[in-house]
């Protein structure tokens, strides 16, 4: 389980996780946390493998089973070379970093906004099937109130205003209204394909 800085924050401003792997309850990974006075971040690694049951070409979509016996969609974006050499019955392993950090603003000034980019890659014509996507989301808030019974701050986004709880007293107590708070969300999905494992 995650245990991001401020844990509603995903949920609350984010929510940028891929649909695909949200759906996916196996996964093995690990996480890393550091923190910095008015600053924190949070990453995790996860690993899923899963077999392909179905391929859709006219869609690019698969449709895989986890270890678990549960199926999802992922559709291949143009992205993924040698799409024909997949086929029913492979092993494929999709490797997904997600990582958060939030930064503290003294003062603040910034626009109060979200931007989203993205970046992209595939592999070279004749290897396995595969591709990576990065997608990073920046949202700048302001600091509304505060309240230090429940170490809560209020924070008025680019699209709406949230309860942000503030586990550390120290975090907590270098906050002021006026100042900002900056969320950096980062995903990156990579696609590829593996032989089928003897058996």
């Not at 890393?32 to 493998?49: H, K, L, N, Q, Y």
């Not at 899963?50 to 449709?63: E, S």
């Not at 996507?133 to 920046?138: H, L, P, Q």
């Not at 505060?146 to 701050?153: E, I, P, R, Y």
């Amino acid at each position: 389980m995650m245990k991001p800085l401020y844990p509603v924050i995903l949920g609350a401003l984010v929510a940028a996780t891929s649909p695909a792997i949200a759906q996916q309850p196996k996964v093995q990974g690990a996480e890393t946390f550091a923190s910095a006075p008015g600053r924190g971040e949070v990453a995790r690694v996860i690993r899923v493998s899963a077999t392909v049951t179905a391929i859709d070409k006219a869609t690019r979509t698969l449709t895989l089973k986890g270890t678990d016996g549960k199926t999802f969609p992922l559709v291949a974006s143009a992205d993924v070379r040698n799409f024909d050499q997949i086929q029913v019955g492979s092993d494929v392993v999709v490797g997904y970093l997600e990582a958060l950090a939030i930064e503290l603003k003294k003062g603040g000034g910034a626009k109060v906004e979200r931007v989203e980019s993205s970046t992209g890659g595939r592999t070279e014509p004749g290897a396995q099937p595969g591709a990576a996507a990065a997608r990073k989301i920046t949202a700048t808030g302001d600091v509304l109130a505060l309240d230090a019974a429940t170490q809560t701050a209020t924070v008025r986004g680019p699209n709406r205003t949230v309860e942000l709880r503030v586990p550390d007293k120290k975090q907590f107590q270098m906050i002021a209204v006026g100042d900002q708070i900056q969320m950096t969300y980062t995903e990156a999905l990579a696609v590829s394909v593996e032989p089928a494992p003897k058996k």
